[in-house]
Nanobody, 126 residues
Framework: QAQLVESGGGLVQTGGSLKLACAAS????????MGWFRQAPGKEREFVAAINWTGGNKYYADSVKGRFTISRDNAKLTVYLQMSSLKPEDTAVYYC???????????????????WGQGTQVTVVA
C-alpha cells in the first residue's frame, strides 16, 4: 500500500526555520502532484503549498507566501517544505498529500488529494 511519511517537525522559536520532508513509498508518486496542508487545534485543515510532478509549477497560500518554499526530489521520492520566519500562528500538524495528477495545474482543496501522510507537529513559540 502506497504511503507518505512526514518528518522534520518540532519546536522552534518565532523567526526560526524548519524543513519538513515527505517520503513516498511508491515510484508512482514521482508523477503525482504533491501538497502540504496544516491543521491547528480547533481549526479546519488548510492548504499550505503544492507542486506539480516536474517541480515547474508551485502554488502557495497567501499566509505563507515568501516564507515557505516547496520543492521535490523525484529520484528520492521526497517532497520538502522549507519554512522560514516562522510565527506562532504557523503552529499546526502538517500533512503531506499526493494527487494522482500529472497536470500542470495544482489543487488547493483537500478533497482533490488521494493520499495522505500521518502528519508531523510544528510548534512555534514566542
Amino acid at each position: 500500500q502506497a504511503q507518505l511519511v512526514e518528518s522534520g517537525g518540532g519546536l522552534v522559536q518565532t523567526g526560526g526555520s524548519l524543513k519538513l520532508a515527505c517520503a513516498a513509498s511508491d515510484r508512482a508518486f514521482a508523477k503525482y502532484a504533491m501538497g502540504w496542508f496544516r491543521q491547528a487545534p480547533g481549526k479546519e485543515r488548510e492548504f499550505v503549498a503544492a507542486i506539480n510532478w516536474t517541480g515547474g509549477n508551485k502554488y502557495y497560500a497567501d499566509s505563507v507566501k515568501g516564507r515557505f518554499t516547496i520543492s521535490r526530489d523525484n529520484a528520492k521520492l521526497t517532497v520538502y517544505l522549507q519554512m522560514s520566519s516562522l510565527k506562532p500562528e504557523d503552529t499546526a500538524v502538517y500533512y503531506c498529500a499526493a494527487e494522482r495528477s500529472s497536470s500542470w495545474s495544482l489543487g488547493w482543496k483537500a478533497h482533490e488529494y488521494d493520499y495522505w501522510g500521518q502528519g508531523t507537529q510544528v510548534t512555534v513559540v514566542a
